[in-house]
């Protein structure tokens, strides 16, 4: 298939459902571990509303839904992403009030804590506890190149589709902006399915893993405070190579960044119980697909059993560490950050 054929087949998509759940016997699992219930998340999340960078924490569900459709040379994507059992934080300087992007009636607390923090005393801690919050957006998708594009802004290649016209490859550019990335490890598993709850996913399977990059987040207002830092950072997306939709991934990328997600990362609890908990490495962890939707009509929650190819692949075990070490990294950054709220 030509560039253009392969990318108007992944057109006929008309919705893709992704979800990172919440499984309780997981969450007794990480407190009998000595972590504290607001360090269990299904998604940690760095949100950019109007010039403010909020912190958000879902500990019940995670979903994240894209809507495409054809649109000349492009693909128009809407994101809806739907959390439960949020808390959301930011800290600014006092007398700047948080811009609000969820709906009032979902607050179930909120409070206000003077910072700890010697060189920012003059800022506030903002808390708010909510029952459930929607994130939205759009961006295109353009045909030729699988790249995001918003307002004449390139973020990089699109992490729902990898081309099989076009595959992406080791040592390709893989995202500009904000964050510049590139290919540093493909891996094809043409033999091992991967599981999730009643859902399985059929080889083969492509593993797509950037090279390390490091970012720091900082909330503007004059000295700009540091939200968040991270060091080594990889991008790790998990592709069906049948028709190149993504399968899975435990962080964001270019088409959330898009939309004002500027860090991600989700952990599906039920997986990492079975991975962590049961030592069962064939599941599918972070952000699952769950559904899609064809033109047709026809709507899918299981992926089919296709023909293997003649090519075998080793698909390396190291993968999952590699996955299970994004997540924990995460974590000890979500640890930070509540360590650095509460003073110590």
Known sequence: MSSLASASELGSYTSLTYTSERYDPYV???????DKPEWITTSLIIYNYSGVLYVIKAHNDTVMRFELAQKGDYISSHVTVL????????????????????????????????????????????VFKLGEVTIRGAYLIRKSDLQVVKDGKVYGHTMLFDDPGNPLEKGDSFSEYPFATSIDRVTIDNDKPRR??????????????????????????GRGYPLMDVQMATLIYTFDAS??????????????????????SFADEYALYQVEVKHDDSYAVGLVLKAFRLK??????VAFEKRGT?????????????????????RNVLRRTADRHSGR
């Not at 047709?296 to 929650?301: A, I, N, S």
């Not at 075998?312 to 190291?318: G, I, L, P, T």
């Open 28 to 34: 007794h699992y990480r407190l009998s571990q000595g």
């Open 83 to 126: 959390l439960n059992n949020v808390t959301v934080m930011t800290f600014l300087p006092r007398g700047t009030a948080p811009p609000v992007f969820w709906n009032e009636s979902e607050v179930l607390s909120e409070k206000v804590e003077k910072s700890h923090n010697p060189d920012f005393k003059d800022w506030n801690w903002y």
């Open 196 to 221: 999730w709850k009643n859902v399985t996913y059929y080889p083969p399977l492509k593993t797509v893993v950037t090279g390390q990059y490091s970012f720091n987040l900082t909330q503007p207002f």
């Open 243 to 264: 028709d190149g939709k993504l399968v899975f991934t435990p962080n964001g990328g270019p088409d959330l960044w898009a939309v004002g997600i500027l860090d991600a």
């Open 296 to 301: 047709e009509g026809k709507h899918e929650t």
């Open 310 to 330: 003649e090519t075998s692949y080793v698909f390396y075990a190291s993968l999952v560490v590699l996955v299970l070490t994004v997540v924990l990294t995460r």
